[in-house]
């Protein structure tokens, strides 16, 4: 585990989209596994400065997403597929067709679970997965539970992801209390990882996660196991961690 101990959230964007730069430039046709929540939105502005420089070409480029909300369509400005598109996807040449994220509309969990390991199973290994951890140490949508599910599945939020999250929905609607996730297999299967965090709010779960007992009470200390993984955080993020 490499763990980047940057000063502040801008310069732990530009140490993590340094990272997925290379990767896109090394590998045009790279597989990304990307994430939503507040923590990427500076990293995809990094990425989407290099690509306006004319440093970075998405046309061959394929995504994977962690998760997306159940119920809820794409023309939600809550989505994840709205926050990717409006983020990044619209921003770069990438295809779309390329672009994968669970179904959020589809009400049969079995299917929309089942159909999303099939594209995960067709798109391969992630070349790299970005992730940021929620406060309770979830990965994706995967809270905290009694075991290490491998697989897409259909998760109901923890009541402090409910918490955390429902400020997004102030406008727009009651919170989903259920989400598709990708599960721990293809999370960990990634050839690399990049863990991202910012703010004093996740100090002490990152110490927890990077440092103590593997379990999947803390669904990020997984990531413990996996062989390349980037920790890059800010100095507040950082504050606890002795790893
Ligand atoms: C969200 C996402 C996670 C994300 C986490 C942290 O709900 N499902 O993939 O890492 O919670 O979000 P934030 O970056 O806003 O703290």
Redesign the pocket.
């Known amino acids: 585990m490499k763990i980047i101990k940057c000063h502040n959230y801008q310069e732990m964007c530009l140490c993590a989209a340094g990272i997925i730069s290379e990767e896109i430039i090394s590998c045009p046709s790279a597989l990304l596994g990307l ?5 990427p939105v500076g990293i995809y502005k990094e990425l989407v400065r290099r690509f306006n420089k004319g440093e970075l070409d998405f046309s061959r480029i394929r995504t994977v997403n ?2 997306e909300y159940v119920g809820i369509s794409p023309e939600n400005p809550q989505s994840y597929r709205f926050f990717m598109d409006n983020n990044l996807f619209n921003l770069v040449n990438i295809d779309k067709a390329n672009t994968h994220i669970p179904d959020g509309m589809e009400t049969d969990p079995h299917k929309a679970c089942r159909d999303y390991d099939e594209i995960l199973d067709r798109e391969g290994k992630t070349d790299i997965q970005l ?4 406060r309770n140490g979830h990965i ?2 995967n809270e905290p539970s009694d075991s290490f599910y491998p697989r897409t599945s259909c998760v109901k939020l923890a009541k402090s ?1 409910i918490e955390a ?1 429902s400020r997004f929905f102030e406008n727009s609607g009651h919170m989903p209390e259920q989400a598709y996730t990708m599960g721990f297999y293809d999370i960990i299967n990634a050839k690399k990882i990049i863990l991202a965090a910012y703010g004093k709010g996740k100090a002490e779960i990152l110490n927890r996660a990077l440092t103590g007992p593997i379990t999947p009470q803390v669904p990020a200390s997984i990531l413990q196991l996996h062989p390349n993984l980037t920790v890059c955080l800010d100095e507040q993020a950082a504050a606890l961690t002795t790893a």
């Open positions: 994430a939503t929540g507040s923590t962690l998760d992730l940021g951890i929620g994706g949508f992801t999250n």
